[in-house]
């Protein structure tokens, strides 16, 4: 953002974005007590990971996280275009 190469938002939008992925993972790694990146598929886990991401339910994570998926999906097609 400081050179000018993306706009503020796209900036925000993929720090937060990396901000949450990172949650997700550091809290399925410590649920898991391993090195995983599998969401889980229990209901019982699901809503335990919902809750400590601060959502009030397992769909509710799932909006959040497709919110921030489909953003940093947007902006990498904007700046790598057909070179992924």
Known sequence: AD???LPRDAVEQLC???DFLRRVEHRLQYFDD??????PQH???????A???GCADWPGFMA?????RANVSR???FILGDAV
């Open 3 to 5: 050179l000018g190469l």
């Open 16 to 18: 937060e974005a990396y």
């Open 34 to 39: 391993q090195q995983t990146h599998t969401l």
């Open 43 to 49: 209901d019982e886990a699901r809503a335990r990971l």
């Open 51 to 53: 809750v400590a991401m």
């Open 64 to 68: 959040a996280l497709d919110v921030h």
């Open 75 to 77: 902006h990498f097609d």
